[in-house]
Each structure stands twice: as C-alpha cells, then as structure tokens.
C-alpha cells in the first residue's frame, strides 16, 4: 500500500512563491504517475498540474506559467513550486499516485494566498 505525506503549505502573501513536496512510500516505485489538485469551499477538487514517470507534464490553464511540477524518482518525491500566487490559488491541495489505474491520495496541505 502506498502512502503519501505531504509538505509545504502555508500563508503567503499574493506575488509570493510556495513550494509543495510529496514522498511516496512505495516498494515499486516504477510507472507511476504523479501530481496535484486542489480544492477550495464549493468547489470540486481539479487537477493542478501531473507528472508522468517519464517526465511529461500537464497544467490547469489558470496556473500555466506559474507552477511547475517536477519529480525525483530516486527518491518517489514531487514538487510543485509555485510562484506568483493569486489569492484564488487559496485551496487544500492534495497529492496524487497513480499506478495500474488505481489513485491513492495525501491528506491535503492547505495553501492560502492573502490578497
């Protein structure tokens, strides 16, 4: 079973940068995909940005340019660095773990951006 801990939510202030780490415990760390949402009150959760094994990336349109997502396989551990926040980026962001169709999640770090 794999587990997920998350690191590096907090209070920014709007035009600041924040840096999100999330470690996999996993015996098989081979072709699994990796990534993060968020989720703010009423809202459903979205995909912020996900990361292959290989290292092909995808991003939400509202934060291409600012976010990047990146991955260590060596040590099962992405990272979204987040740069020039928006009080809308204010949400719990969780981590997520793709492998054989099967999705296994953080327990969400919140992340709040002050205008």
């Known amino acids: 079973q794999v587990q997920l801990v998350e690191s590096g939510g907090g209070l920014v202030q709007a035009g600041g940068s924040l840096t999100l780490s999330c470690a996999a415990s996993?015996?098989?760390?081979?072709?699994?995909?990796m990534g993060w949402y968020r989720q703010s009150p009423g809202k459903q959760r979205e995909l912020v940005a996900g990361?292959?094994?290989?290292?092909?990336?995808n991003y939400a349109n509202s934060v291409k340019g600012r976010f990047t997502i990146s991955r260590d396989n060596a040590k099962n551990t992405v990272y979204l660095q987040m740069n020039s926040l928006k009080p809308e980026d204010t949400a719990v962001y969780y981590c997520?773990?793709?492998?054989?169709?099967?999705?296994?999640w953080g327990q969400g770090t919140q992340v709040t951006v002050s205008s």
């Open positions: 990361i292959t094994w290989g290292g092909s990336t």
């Open positions: 996993t015996t098989r760390p081979t072709l699994h995909t």
């Open positions: 997520n773990f793709r492998r054989n169709g099967i999705n296994t």
